[in-house]
């Protein structure tokens, strides 16, 4: 009585678990834990992506797009982003690259607030098996196992192509022509590295004279502050070339205030083409500008995915970039992303 009392419910038991097994099997063959039909992207185990992503901070237009672009294409992507903001202090960063290694993330990211001082943590990444992917700076690390690949703007031809234009628009024919710097953060490798391509192609000529240069930490503040103490010292400023919009906006506001014509009475050349500085080349107070795309969230996730997997990536991948003058800058501005 009691054996034939309980069947029914063992056969209960089996139909349910062969209708879940079922419906297992149909979730598995739509992709259901792929990132496919807006799933999350795989780990080499099988399971969601984690991507530590140390940021340099927030200190410019160019950089609010930059973290804009990889939070968005993380989402996109269906990749598990663990951001930290280092407010551009290298010690900060350190400790958020330390944090992602105990997190046993699957990848780490991250922009160098400066050059050096990374091979240790480096190394701690490297043994811990988790790949590491610098973005949109680089490090001068000379063992380069230390990370898979460097995705970023050529910052040396970037110089080059500011340096190229004042040769070409600025004549030096009648005399010398008194030039001041804006330059990045110090020790990173953009002000590094603009600096370095824009003297190499002026020093053709010794009439293009850099008489004074000097950090704007790439703040707009900063290139106020600098600009304004830069106009005390020399009156006789002919170009201000400036490593970011942002310092080189700033700037603007203390050459205006002085009471000359940003864009006529000292023309300006700066690096990135963030909206607000585009509108300003527009506006003819600045006179050209040489792009440093930000939107680097879509390839930075692809490379995730690819050395995640193991694959093989190019040690350097360099994004596409053009220049501005004031009629490309209008004819750009109406769809302008950042």
Not at 18 to 28: E, K, N, W, Y
Not at 251 to 268: F, L
Request: glycine content about 10%; hydrophobic content about 45%; proline content about 4%.
């Amino acid at each position: 009585m009691r054996t034939t009392t309980r069947l029914p419910a063992l056969r209960k038991r089996a139909a349910a678990l062969a209708i879940t097994a079922a419906a297992a099997l149909v979730l598995a063959a739509c992709g259901g834990g792929g990132d496919g039909g807006g799933g999350s992207a795989p780990a080499a185990g099988g399971d969601t992506i984690t991507l530590g992503f140390s940021q340099v901070g927030a200190e410019s237009g160019w950089r609010t797009a930059n973290t804009k672009s990889v939070q968005d294409s993380a989402v996109a992507a269906g990749i598990d982003l663990q951001f930290s903001d280092a407010q551009q202090k290298q010690e900060n960063q350190i400790k958020a690259i330390r944090s992602f290694i105990q997190q046993r993330v699957d990848v780490i990211a991250f922009s160098p607030v400066v050059e050096s001082g990374w091979d240790t943590v480096l190394m701690e990444a490297k043994r811990a098996n988790i790949p590491v992917i610098l973005t949109d700076r680089a490090v001068d690390s000379a063992d380069t196992t230390l990370y898979k690949t460097f995705l970023g703007s050529d910052f040396i031809e970037e110089g080059k192509k500011a340096g190229q234009w004042l040769l070409e628009n600025v004549d030096a024919s009648a005399g010398p022509v008194n030039i001041v710097e804006l330059q990045g953060t110090t020790g990173s490798a953009p002000a590094i590295d603009r600096q370095e391509g824009f003297a190499e192609v002026i020093k053709q000529n010794a009439n293009y004279q850099v008489i004074a240069s000097q950090t704007g930490d790439f703040t707009r503040s900063g290139g106020r502050q600098v600009m304004e103490a830069f106009l005390k010292a020399h009156p006789d400023i002919d170009v201000l070339y400036a490593h970011n919009d942002d310092m080189g906006l700033g700037a603007i506001e203390a050459i205006e205030a002085a009471g000359k014509v940003p864009g006529q009475d000292i023309k300006i050349i700066t690096v990135d083409a963030v909206k607000d500085g585009m509108q300003a080349l527009a506006d003819g107070k600045i006179n050209f500008i040489v792009e440093c795309n930000p939107l680097l969230g879509p390839q930075l996730m692809d490379l995730v995915k690819k050395v995640a997997a193991g694959e093989e990536v190019p040690a350097r991948v360099v994004t596409e970039e053009t220049t501005f003058d004031t009629a490309a800058a209008k004819a750009a501005l109406p769809s302008r992303q950042y």
